[in-house]
């Protein structure tokens, strides 16, 4: 392991360059694991769907409806200014 890390420090060092509030973005997962739980959640519930289409369908309105708890804070934890 140590040799990877030495070989390719610089790749994977790369995200340094950032300021220190996108680099917790780009390594913060909590937002993507909260979208997962709300399709897992959605998808569980119900067997089979008429098509496609209607899956995708009633994903959205599933996260339109579940937004603000996917979407809701920043990650200094203030309220998002976005609608």
Known sequence: MVDSWERDWE???AFMDYPKDLRRMIYT?????????????????????????ALI???YLCLMHNE?????????????KEN
């Open 29 to 53: 997962t909590n937002p993507v694991e909260a979208l997962h739980r709300i399709i897992r959640k959605l998808i569980k519930g119900k067997a089979a769907w008429v098509s496609d289409t």
């Open 11 to 13: 790749e994977l060092m």
């Open 68 to 80: 603000k708890s996917w979407k809701g804070m920043l990650w200094d934890g203030n309220p998002s």
């Open 57 to 59: 369908k009633q994903i």
